[in-house]
């Protein structure tokens, strides 16, 4: 675990000055930490992440990148959850975030996988989608043998369009389900190289 928070420390700390390439990991993160929710009748979208870092990264992404405020809240730590979490609120034009990160669509119909743009976007925004679902929700085990890096997938699309996304960055990942829950995974220590070589 100490080698996981290591690992996010230090991409939470990669300095991005594109505002495309900011826009490719912040998408990423709400995808795979996001959710959206009806208040009043009106959407309102909620990312959950687990360090300050992160937290303080992705506030100041949402105003640099789309120029929308957030609210910070700490959650506890308590009863099931062993460490406390941090939730980004944003409720003012919180649909027209949405709908620009590829949460939703046209139509207003929750994204199941990642948007098509991202999807087919450059390698520098490939690296930056990988090192926003890192963050989001990544976790490397010690190196060895066996070494692995593994991200928890919000659904089969979102696993799939990683899977690819990785493919354009010369790396093989694959995705595993067990209980209804997709991983992508990436075995190999030279993979996990070059993949961490590519974000930073």
């Not at 300095?15 to 009106?42: D, P």
Request: hydrophobic content about 45%; proline content about 2%; aromatic content about 2%.
């Amino acid at each position: 675990m100490a080698l996981t928070a290591e690992l996010k420390d230090e991409l939470a700390r990669v300095e991005v000055s594109k505002s495309n390439i900011k826009a490719a990991e912040l998408s990423t993160i709400l995808r795979f930490c996001g959710g959206l929710h009806l208040v009043g009748g009106k959407i309102v979208v909620e990312i959950e992440v687990d360090t300050t870092a992160l937290a303080r990264r992705v506030k100041k992404d949402l105003v640099d990148v789309y120029g929308c405020d957030s609210e910070l809240a700490i959650i506890s730590a308590g009863g099931i959850r062993k460490t406390a979490k941090y939730q980004i609120l944003v409720t003012a034009n919180a649909e027209i975030l949405a709908r620009q990160t590829g949460l939703i669509d046209t139509k207003n119909r929750p994204v199941r996988g990642l948007p098509a743009a991202l999807v087919s976007g450059s390698k520098a925004e490939a690296a930056a989608v990988w090192r926003g679902a890192i963050l989001a929700h990544g976790s490397l085990t010690d190196p060895g043998r066996s070494a692995t890096l593994e991200i928890t997938a919000p659904g089969n699309e979102a696993a799939m369009a990683l899977v690819g996304i990785a493919r354009r960055l010369d790396v093989i990942a694959k995705v595993r389900e067990a209980r209804g829950v997709y991983r992508v995974v990436v075995r190999e220590g030279d993979a996990i190289v070059e993949i961490l070589k590519h974000i930073g």
